[in-house]
Every structure is written in structure tokens, then in C-alpha cells.
């Protein structure tokens, strides 16, 4: 992949058969078909999620550096507006039903609300804690993980408010990443305490709780096949959803150090996993006593995964 820069999420339009790779002050856009580079989103600044409205041929991308999401144009890959929204945006999710995006800020403690059509902000929903991760089950409502206070929310997209909100501690400590079987109503989360917890989400309640990797921080799931992916720190669970009450692990494969996010191609089952080689770590500091290791330059890669 072309470029250097920090990496988040990935994100698949299936329709369109395109991959788009947060990267930094750009998103790397591949054809999945073809599995080459076809462009880029440029002019960004910290780069964290993206989503798509295919049928409005628009997409979305958080920088998390300028407290703004990019609207950009999905043939093109043009800029179209910029729309303010909170400190740190950082997962973002289109809701088909309301017509609307959804960014998480993470910093702000609360989500922002876009009209997809047209740009403008529909609302903030305050959360009082950090959200991470929304997901929609394409009917108006979002769910968002509260991380530093293990706590699942759920929003009424329509009327921008909360209409649920469910610990999920002890079994599931700082909640992050989340998948959603929609057929099913099943909600997967990641959890930092390396399970992958399988809740109601009309309830919060628990179904079941899987042992997954450490520092996980992307789930995904395939209906097709009833695969749930975890995508954690240097390597990938793979669970399958037994019935929609148990789950069991099929195998955990190595990835690379630091590659805890990816993305599922539903039309071929493989998922894309974004990853760097890595130098020594600096020397701790007093306000860092454990810094990462930093991606060396001209490294940065997707690593492809299938049966």
C-alpha cells in the first residue's frame, strides 16, 4: 500500500466491490475484485472510520485530528463537504432506514448525528462516556460501547435519544469493537478482557461469552456462514455461531504484531486485515511508560485471509 501514516479501521462495500483503509491522512481505496490500489481519499488528518450510503453515493470519514467528517464522493473520491462534528470522531456507522450518519466522539463523550443527503447535522446524542464502535440494525436504531465504564447504549436514530443502557461488567470489561448478526438480534462485542460476549441487544443480557485475543479492537461477522471474526492484537479468532445461544471457537490464526482491526468481503468470505512492520519501541517516558512501536516507513500492507 502506498503511503505512510497510522492505521484504524477498514471498511467493504460489498455493491461496489471496494475496500477502503484508514491511513493516516488518507484512505486507501482497493478494488476487491482486482485486489489493486485504485485511489485514495486525500487531504484527511487522523483517520479513524469509515462508512458508505451506496445509494446516495456518498461516503464518510472521521478525522480524528481536525473534529470534522469528511463527505467525500464514492466514484470520484472527491471531497464533497466537511461537517463539524465533536473531539476525536472515530467509529462511524450509516443507518439505511433514517438516512443518517453516526460518529462516534470519543472524547466528547457523545455521538453526532448527519443527514447523509444533504451534510447537515441532525442532532448529538450525549453519553456521558466514551463511545466506541456503532453499529445499526438497519431498522433506526445503534448501539455503542461506553469502553472506560462498560456499558452498552442504545440510540433511537430517528429521535436522537437513548433508549437503553446495560452494563456489561463483570463479564465483559471494557467493551469496544461490535458486529450484529441483525437476523439473528444478536450484538458481539469485543471485550478488553479477551472475550468476545454475545448479548441481547433489546436486553444487554448476556447469551454467551467466547475467549478471544488480547487488545481486540474489530469484530465482524458473516451470515452466509455463521463466522464471527475477532480481530485482536497480532492475530485473529475465528467463532462460530453454533445456534444463536452457543458459539464455539474454530481457530485462532497469527497475523502481525499491532493488527487488531479488519474487514469482511461477504461475496468471497475473506477478510482484510490492516498491518506494518514495526521498529524497536522509544525509550519510556514519564507520561508514556509503555510506548508502542513505531511503523517503520514504506511498510504499511492489507494481509488477505480465506479458507
Known sequence: MPGDGSKD????????RRLYVSHGTQVNVIDLDSEQVVGKVSNLKGVHGIAVAPKLGRGFITNGQLNTVTIFDLKTLEHLDEVKASITPDGIVYDSATERVFAANKHADSVTAIEAADGKVAGTIE?????ESPVSDG??????????????VRIDGRNLTVTGRWSTAPRCDHPAPMAMDRKGNRLFIGCGNEVLDVANPDTGETIATVPIGSDVDAVAFDPSTGLIFSANDGSVTVIHQDSLDKYSVVETFKTQPQAATLALDPKTHRIYVSSAELGPAPAPTPVNQHPDRPMLPGTFKVLVFGK
Open 139 to 152: 431498522k433506526g436504531n445503534i448501539w455503542v460501547s461506553l469502553e472506560h465504564w462498560s456499558t452498552l
Open 9 to 16: 479501521y477498514l471498511t467493504v462495500d460489498e455493491g461496489a
Open 127 to 131: 453519553l456521558n462516556a466514551d463511545p
